[in-house]
């Protein structure tokens, strides 16, 4: 991971960080995923990250809506 990204979001359901993830890119937030599941149980964690700049409004965001 390169420096400068934050995690913002941790959930072991892909769908809910995606979500997440959608909701910040539509709010013009740059935001990827990191798969952290393995297979083929899927056990792990999905985390979403973003730049640092943009933390507090990421984080008003997800409260706002409530992810």
């Known amino acids: 991971m390169e420096a400068g ?5 941790t959930s072991a359901d892909f769908f809910k960080s995606e979500i ?6 539509d ?3 740059e935001a990827i ?5 393995g297979f ?3 056990i792990g964690e999905v985390e ?9 409004k990421a984080l008003e965001i997800i409260v706002k809506n409530e992810l």
Do not use: A, M, S, T
């Open 27 to 29: 709010h013009e937030i």
């Open 20 to 25: 997440v993830r959608q909701v910040l890119v």
């Open 40 to 42: 083929p149980y899927r």
């Open 5 to 9: 990204w934050v995690k913002i979001y």
């Open 48 to 56: 979403v990250y973003i730049h640092e700049d943009g933390f507090q």
């Open 33 to 37: 995923i990191i798969n952290k599941q």
